[in-house]
């Protein structure tokens, strides 16, 4: 059992957070906004802040997302001492909706050379596709917010009222004319190189020629950066809610195992409670093991248990914050969660491979069988036939003698498939 422990740390590794070493921290936010892209950013922050890094550039790259999202994403650079530069890269990026909100409530605004910001008014999805969001309550307020974050850090206010009001567009060269950014810069090298001097958040940034490194998300977030996908979650609700009807009206196993495990991580996506989902996982894994232990389904109800277990561990323990959970806490989580799935995983493994090499054995019939010794499992007697074992399997057996259950008992003929025996001396 020497690799359980490797596996929970291989575990450990890919779910911690990394504090890196580098000056400066890059991380990618890529298509969607989602509630995962605001845990990404946090995350982030705190492994820059941890590895007293001096800035962490946020490269966007985005159509859009949602609302609370990119506020939560905006509460996390104002509140963080790290100097954040936002930077619409690479080449050809876009940074539309929440992606121009992001820039303008970056301490640092950047982009490079062909690309493209604006287009911030609100919409919403319908039937129909997207339809933009007329109602002023609504619009004034991400009104408010784009000019506010623009005073905030000495930007053009017309300007991002104009991104949600008017859908405005502006290149890069544009942006930097109108006073919306700061910096035109083809690559984060050179970026780093015209960033250097500038007083941001109290501290004076020496980023000219220091190293930088890209952040990776944890695995937990991970999983939740693909689940959050808006298509995606939508389809695995779609695909569980059939599923499980086909289950339950076909009653077998696996489809509607697939519906529950399926409508749990589409509701993960669309922003249900991550560690109500999660216990819920688990707790679906744990009856799934226990059903196998009663029921043999040939593993199938036994794997589903060990992946419902990993998931709902993987989501459920707190990796994201270093600074409040220690390694140990997080590896002593994992152990107590992990630990059984993967003891009953090496067990089911074993049964298997057992079962198939009992399937793939040849059978004894035929065989001279006569002398060896076998033992009843039930009372045998004249005129009446009961099970014996023989060699681990299962045999009718009968006798002219009465033989009572679990005594030795030697085989003296066979009558067709069924052994005849006489009590051992």
Known sequence: ???????????????????????VLVVELKDTITSASADIVSEALESARLGNAQALVITLNTPGGGLDDTRKILEHIDASPVPVIGYVYPKGATAWSAGTLILLGSDVAAMAPNTIIGSAQPVQITSEGLKPITEEKIVNAVVALAQEKAKQHGRNVTAAGDFVTENLNLDAEQAKDVNVTEVVSPSIEDLLTKVDGMKVKGRVLKTAGEPFSYYSPSARLLILNVLSNPILAALLLLIGIYSLVFGLTSPGFGAE?????????????????????????????????????????????????????????????????????????????LISLLAPAIVFGVFLAFAVYKMMLIRMKKPVIGEDIVGDIAETIDDLSPGKTGYARYHGEYWMAKSEEHIEAKKKVVIIGKDGPVLIVRESK
């Open 257 to 333: 195992i697939f519906g529950v495990i399926s409508i749990s991580l589409g509701l993960i996506g669309l922003g249900f409670s991550v560690n109500i989902a999660a216990i819920f996982l688990i707790a679906v894994g744990m009856a799934l093991l226990l059903f196998e232990l009663h029921i043999s389904t040939f593993g199938l109800i036994g794997v589903a248990g060990i992946v419902c277990v990993v998931l709902g561990s993987i989501l459920l323990v707190p990796m994201g914050y270093p600074g409040m959970y220690s390694i140990q806490f997080q590896t002593t989580m």
């Open 1 to 23: 059992m020497r690799f359980v422990p490797s596996f929970v740390f291989l575990l450990i590794a890919l779910a911690s957070v990394h504090v890196v070493n580098a000056q």
